[in-house]
């Protein structure tokens, strides 16, 4: 079975990335977490363009991503993140 993971960062201020797990869908339910997915963006953008500290200017700017993973099976999938 195949999973679907809706991921991205949440962080918008300055140097750095939060990377949230928005939401984790069954094979049968792809159009959910495509769904899910822009409705997330849509929530970040409007939370975050109005924000003085954001570098938010256009909801191209929110990243979010879905993710297939195949169920019962050792990964290692980069979902992203920052470090020094």
């Known amino acids: 079975m195949n999973l679907y993971l809706v991921h991205g960062n949440a962080f918008y201020e300055g140097c750095g990335h939060m ?17 899910a997915k822009k409705v997330v963006i849509e929530q970040l953008y409007e939370k975050k363009k109005d924000d003085a500290l954001s570098y938010v200017d256009d909801i191209s700017d929110i ?6 993973i195949e169920s019962d099976m050792a990964v290692d999938i980069h979902l992203g993140g920052y470090c020094e």
């Open 19 to 35: 990377e949230h797990t928005f939401g984790i869908y069954t094979d049968k339910d792809k159009d959910k977490a495509e769904a």
């Open 63 to 68: 990243e979010v991503s879905v993710v297939e």
